[in-house]
């Protein structure tokens, strides 16, 4: 806990601010960043209540949290947990809520609106690493270096030769398609591009002109997206038009051999509809960063999940699951905890807007 103050004077503003879930060593960042600047007098508290610590399986609920601090608390930053309206009314101060990431969909928000809570999030942070994964995943599977490293390490290995199978593809000239083009479809863009594919998009509110800024095509039918890509790579944020969105209907589309990858939000993708195109063979692979429900609840594992597990001979070398992992380096894990902060102190103390999430926002 840091105690952070300028006066003794029990007359000027005191904020309290919470990192709900515990991720860092020390709060020697926080201390920096939240220190009265020239012209300004106020006491800061801000506490680490590791409701769900990094390495941990499972979170704590807020209520966990002393009821004399919770009370007293403004500001809260949270990483991986929910926050509902039952949570909300455990916190009869607060003021500000930032999501220390992207989405911010396991916000309750029409409740937050109810109690003039401000939702932020940090829509800035491991752009580079979230796009590096996605075609990290992308080049796993349609490189066939999934299925060779499954056959070698299998008893007895395979034969040391080529494998045939409508994963592998030459990646120039090929067709990688883009679902949402934000800062990290962009980024995802710009890497395909440079390794030769042709890469078109789709995002329904990107302004006019994008395409030709970045040297890409773009289309205005969802579903010509998915006809010609031949690598679809899933950039979308979860909201009320897009979850579930990307189901068997749309999956059918792609062309016969193509690789789905998704590392935007598990709620997007409908794994049924992976599944059934996984075994008609119309999908030749799938790399999931992301899945519908997280962590993964053992007394409903989905049976796409399960069968991956137990290493089923029909999924060899054509998927890999990674644990919403996509975000992170240690570089990146430094950006969000300074961009939460500084989104913090500027929406709490300074009263300024930044990446402040308004209620009509999708």
């Known amino acids: 806990m840091a105690l952070i103050c300028n006066m003794a004077d029990a007359d000027i503003p005191t904020y309290t601010i919470i990192q709900a879930d515990g991720l860092y060593p ?65 916190f009869p101060r607060l003021k500000v809520i930032v999501r220390m990431g992207v989405g911010y969909d396991k916000i309750d928000r029409p409740a937050m609106a109810k109690r003039n809570v401000i939702v932020c999030n940090v829509p800035d942070y491991g752009t580079e690493e979230i796009a590096d994964h996605a075609i990290a995943l992308t080049l796993a599977l349609r490189r066939g270096i999934l299925l060779h490293n499954d056959r070698q390490r299998a008893t007895p290995p395979a034969p040391f030769i080529v494998i045939p199978t409508p994963l592998v593809a030459r990646l120039r000239d090929s067709t990688f398609g883009i679902l949402g083009m934000g800062r990290i479809g962009t980024a995802a863009a710009l890497r395909a591009k440079a390794l030769g594919f042709k890469v078109l998009f789709y995002d329904p509110y990107l302004p006019n002109g994008a395409d030709k800024s970045l040297g890409v095509e773009r289309t205005k039918d969802i579903r010509e997206l998915f006809r010609r890509a031949n690598v679809l790579s899933l950039h979308s944020p979860c909201t009320r038009e897009t979850r579930g969105m990307v189901n068997y209907d749309l999956l059918s589309l792609l ?42 609840l053992e007394d409903r594992v989905h049976p796409l999940v399960q069968a991956y597990r137990r290493k089923e001979n ?10 919403h992992s996509a975000f992170y380096s240690p570089e990146s894990f430094v950006d969000i905890r300074q961009k939460s902060a500084e989104t913090m102190r500027d929406v709490l103390i300074d009263g300024l807007t930044s990446n402040v999430i308004t209620p009509d926002m999708e």
């Not at 506490?47 to 390495?55: D, I, R």
């Not at 029909?314 to 644990?323: D, S």
């Open 314 to 323: 029909w999924l060899e070398g054509r998927m890999v699951i990674t644990c």
């Open 255 to 296: 062309p016969a051999g193509a690789v789905l990858v998704n590392t935007s939000r598990g709620e997007v993708l409908d794994l049924d509809g992976v599944e059934r195109c996984l075994k008609e063979g119309s999908l030749a692979g799938a790399g999931l960063d992301v899945l519908p429900e997280e962590p993964i």
């Open 26 to 90: 020390d709060d020697n960042l926080e201390k920096e960043l939240f220190a009265p600047r020239a012209g300004q007098n106020y006491k800061l508290k801000y506490v680490q209540t590791n409701l769900y610590p990094s390495m941990a399986t499972d979170m704590k609920p807020w209520s966990t949290i002393p009821e004399e601090l919770r009370n007293q608390v403004d500001g809260i930053e949270v990483l991986k947990m929910p926050f509902t309206a039952a949570d909300v009314d455990l």
